[in-house]
């Protein structure tokens, strides 16, 4: 039980472009997501916290315009990486934890290349 | 910023070697939760262990043991008789009362054959 999927697992786009990142609760309810980004060789960063049915709350020096959140059901949330840049390359990572649940589930990640 | 510190960035042991990864934290918070992850290459966290603030006890899971001291703001993680496969990197992480994980900065373990 508790598992988290992400959708793609690893997508190449062209600068200029969008990507948007899927994070599915796939046994369970999530009000609550979290995204992490983490460059190579560094920690897991937390960009924001998702919740369902209002607005994401960003952590200090994310660009909410840049990355835009929505989380539109008990199950799902998208991370659009908007106008890509080279620099967004990067491994994202997404979390959800049951109601009732203690333990953060990851999702497997989404590694994004931008060139 | 409440941070949490692995000071080792990467260790290399020879396989059956014992190695002990180090964690400090930071905290403001009373009630707070401390972690140990492992991410393989393959890139996905693997939960190891999840411990209250309250319960110092030490605690061995097969080759597996954490040494929680609170005095010292410490939790660190050691593995007995290291294997190949426990060749990752081994984040430590912290949650307090806003309920967001804080990672630390991860300790990459090369176990060598």
């Known amino acids: 039980g508790a598992v988290v999927s992400q959708h793609p697992s690893r997508v190449i786009c062209k600068s200029g472009t969008s990507v948007k990142i899927e994070c599915r609760s796939l046994?369970?309810?999530?009000?609550?997501m979290f995204w992490y980004r983490q460059f190579p060789k560094k920690s897991l960063m937390l960009m924001a916290t998702?919740?369902?049915?209002?607005?994401?709350?960003?952590e200090q020096g994310v660009e909410k315009d840049k990355f835009l959140i929505n989380h539109a059901s008990l199950t799902l949330s998208t991370l659009t990486v908007t106008s890509a840049h080279p620099e967004d390359s990067s491994f994202y990572i997404c979390s959800a934890r049951e109601a009732t649940g203690t333990i953060l589930n990851f999702g497997p990640g989404t590694r994004l290349t931008v060139t | 910023a409440q941070k949490v510190t692995q000071a080792q960035t990467e260790i290399s042991v020879v396989e059956k070697e014992d190695v002990t990864l180090d964690c400090v934290y930071e905290t403001r918070d009373t009630t707070y939760y401390l972690f140990w992850y492992k991410q393989p290459p393959s890139g996905e966290l693997v939960f190891l262990i999840r411990?209250?603030?309250?319960?110092?006890q030490n605690e061995i899971s097969g080759r597996y043991s954490w040494n929680f001291q609170k005095s010292t703001s410490s939790f660190n993680f050691t593995i007995t008789a290291s294997q190949v496969v426990d060749s990752a990197v081994y984040f430590c992480a912290r949650e307090g009362a806003t309920n967001k994980l804080i990672f630390g900065t991860g300790t990459l373990l090369a176990v060598q054959p």
């Open positions: 998702s919740n369902e049915g209002s607005k994401a709350t960003y």
């Open positions: 411990r209250n603030s309250f319960d110092e």
């Open positions: 046994d369970f309810q999530a009000t609550t």
